[in-house]
């Protein structure tokens, strides 16, 4: 499991793919990490993670609505994962374009 710090190295690269100029201004990325601040760092960490793998195609300001739902439902339930109905276990969080670039390259 990557730290923070790698976590966030690598958000920043997958968010400045939705630029036409391919990167993102210092004071943008101080300014959106300011806004973390008032979210726990498990949130944090499970929200860029779900971005990376799941909206590639979206800017930063998407993030902060991932982390806002999951520190709401971590304040609730005390869990910041998904659950299922049978037997309570944490989902699985799969990359489905890297399994599909996968499958077909077989």
């Known amino acids: 499991m990557a730290d923070l710090s790698e976590l966030k190295e690598q958000y920043w690269r997958t968010v400045s793919r939705t630029r036409k100029s391919g990167r ?7 300014r959106i990490e300011s806004e973390w ?3 726990d760092e498990d949130v944090i960490s499970e929200a860029l993670r779900i971005h990376i793998n799941r909206y590639k195609t979206y800017k930063e300001q998407y993030t902060i609505g991932i982390m ?10 005390g869990r910041i994962g ?5 037997g309570n276990m944490m989902m699985q969080d799969y990359d489905m374009e890297a399994l599909e670039r996968e499958l077909l390259a077989n």
């Open 82 to 86: 998904s659950t299922n109905k049978f």
């Open 37 to 39: 601040k008032r979210y």
């Open 68 to 77: 806002r739902n999951l520190q709401k439902k971590k304040d609730t339930t």
């Open 24 to 30: 993102i201004a210092g004071s943008v990325k101080d």
